[in-house]
């Protein structure tokens, strides 16, 4: 068994120990009576679900959304079918998200299988088989062991940052990103912020034709953004071809809609437009801080107090616009640092395979994903025949020579011209424009705290590290954790160093 398999069960057995842990802890203080979580996407609804189970049945918690609930978890239509156009893809170990699909009663959509092809601008520098041991085979022939070790550096990565699991499951939070990934791999893992994926590949040995052929277009098809990028954000991307990847049946919004209900929290569709903090005596004399929420829905502009406010959005120009009244040291209503435009095109239609590969007849092309290397120079990251959230009965794999719906990534809308050389003819062309992750660079800047002030805290900060649905999940029940120790006043759980080694045999 591998330590991930053993992480994985651990996990489902402490999720049991967890919850009976907590009802019989003492109780230090009464619990706060009101929580407002700004943003209704995976990490708004992931922390509505968690405060609730921190702090019991009586808290009432208000979500407020300004647009849709899912936020960057999005699909569209096209032709009667339901398609993701943001986040899509869910890795095996993303246990947050398994137990919410569990939990909600959802479950996984139905495999479809893939065929992953490397394009350079003028060629397919490498096509994947139907057949485990030809690709095997020819990696090995083009690159030597470079794939397998690209498996072990990114898994031994991954089993590091799997021990935020049991961490979080005995209670134990962070009031930062850096504290966190120090906890979880100590100065190398942190260190992974300072170099870019391409010098920690190439101090690890590996080539750089691999680099440039196989790490370079995984990174741009998952961030966007070519090897330049920092490195744990890298093997974030390169965890995105391990097998076993998944996705939502019915859409991958449908877990923040379900976590929603499941907390029982009241969704406000306004848009937050500041929050002052406000000071007011309490019976045993002391002075307790409140938090005024201003927002504007359809029915004008209002207010509310909160005891814990948890901003779900992204405190970036674009993103969000929230202005921070009475604090000291000032809270900005933007923080240093930009996110990436991504825009997500759809098209039905019937894919210009000669683009690709002139030689190949369109009827015989079964490839399902294209990503480019820095080499291409039509603008686009990424080409990728979609299936719908919901896999209808009867469906199976057909060749481009046929109209399917195909998903583009590229950093600019796809021009007349662009789409006229990918596609020989369209029937439907869908767009969306994200800001989607950060713009990611090494060294990286220091992401802002998870605590923006006693109790008003910052889950997405922690997309700095690596921005991902379970990553924000990871976060909002780092939120949900640090508000109740926070608000109870114990420090034990906070920011502890080498819980790994003190956890170790604790079951
Ligand atoms: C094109 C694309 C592809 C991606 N692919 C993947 C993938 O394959 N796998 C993966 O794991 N991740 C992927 N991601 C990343 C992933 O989608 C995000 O990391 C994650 O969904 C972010 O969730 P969140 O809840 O933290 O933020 P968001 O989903 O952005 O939610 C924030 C919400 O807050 C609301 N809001 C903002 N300001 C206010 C305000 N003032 N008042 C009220 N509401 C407000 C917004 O409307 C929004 O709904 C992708 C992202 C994009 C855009
Ligand atoms: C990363 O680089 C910064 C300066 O850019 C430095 O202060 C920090 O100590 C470095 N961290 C590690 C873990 O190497
Ligand atoms: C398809 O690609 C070929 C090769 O790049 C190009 O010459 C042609 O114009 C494209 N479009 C169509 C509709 O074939």
């Known amino acids: 068994m591998s330590a991930r398999t053993l992480s994985a069960l651990l996990f489902l057995c402490l999720v049991q120990v967890g919850r009976r842990g907590l009802a019989s802890a003492p109780e230090l203080r009464e619990p706060p009576k009101k929580i407002a979580v700004i943003g209704a996407g995976i990490g708004g609804t992931a922390a509505a679900f968690f405060l609730r189970q921190e702090f019991g049945a009586s808290v009432k918690i208000d979500v407020f959304e300004s647009g849709s609930v899912g936020g960057r978890l999005a699909t569209e239509d096209v032709g009667g079918h339901e398609y993701e156009m943001g986040g899509s893809i869910l890795h095996p170990l993303n246990l947050h998200m398994k137990h919410f699909v569990d939990r909600l009663g959802l479950s996984a959509r139905a495999e479809v299988p893939t065929k992953l092809a490397f394009f ?57 990103a850096e504290k966190m990934l120090h906890a979880l791999g100590g100065d190398a893992f942190l260190s992974l912020l300072n170099q870019t994926l391409e010098e920690a590949m190439r101090s690890h040995g590996f080539s750089q034709a691999f680099i440039n052929d196989v790490v370079t277009p995984i990174s741009r098809f998952s961030y966007l953004q ?22 939502v049946d019915g859409g991958n919004k449908k877990v923040c809609s379900g976590l929603l209900y499941n907390s029982k929290a009241e969704l406000i569709s306004a848009r937050v437009t500041s929050i002052s903090l406000k000071t007011r005596p309490s019976k045993t004399g002391s002075v307790s801080s409140l938090y ?102 009867g469906h199976s794999r057909s060749p481009a020579g046929r109209s399917k719906v195909w998903r583009m990534f590229s950093n600019e809308p796809l021009s007349e011209e662009q789409l006229r050389t990918l596609f020989v003819s369209r029937e439907r062309v869908l767009e969306r424009r994200w800001l989607a992750y950060p713009s990611y660079r090494a060294p990286e800047r220091r992401a802002p705290p998870f605590v923006l002030h006693q109790n008003l805290f910052y889950i997405n900060s922690i997309e700095w590290a690596a921005s991902s649905i379970e990553m924000n999940a990871v976060s909002a029940r780092n939120v949900a954790l640090l508000a109740r120790h926070r608000w109870h006043g114990q420090t034990e759980k906070v920011d502890q160093e080498d819980l790994h080694a003190r956890l170790r045999g604790e079951l």
């Not at 060629?123 to 690209?150: C, H, K, P, Q």
């Not at 927002?295 to 406010?309: F, Q």
């Not at 007849?361 to 979609?386: C, H, M, N, Q, R």
């Open 226 to 247: 070519s090897v330049r990028l920092h490195a744990l954000v890298g093997a974030v991307a390169l965890s995105g071809t391990d097998s076993g990847l998944w996705a």
């Open 120 to 176: 350079d601008g003028k060629e397919l520098v490498f096509e994947e088989s139907d057949w485990f041991i030809v690709n095997f085979l020819r990696m090995l022939w083009r690159y030597g062991l470079n794939s397998i070790r690209m498996h072990m550096w990114v898994e031994g990565i991954l089993d590091k940052f799997m021990r935020i699991y049991q961490y979080q499951q005995f209670g134990y939070s962070f009031t930062s």
């Open 292 to 393: 005024e929420v201003n927002y504007v829905g359809e029915s004008g502009s209002a207010h509310s107090l909160y005891d814990i406010v948890i901003v779900a959005t992204p405190l970036h120009q674009g993103l969000s616009d929230i202005s921070f009244s009475g604090f000291s040291p000032p809270v900005p209503s933007h923080f240093p640092g930009r996110y990436h435009t991504t825009v997500s095109t759809l098209v039905q239609g019937v894919l210009n395979v000669s683009y690709f590969d002139p030689a190949r007849a369109p009827g015989e092309f079964y490839v399902t994903d294209i990503f480019t290397t820095d080499k291409e120079e039509l603008g686009v990251a990424s080409v990728s025949a979609v299936n719908p959230v919901h896999i209808p009965p």
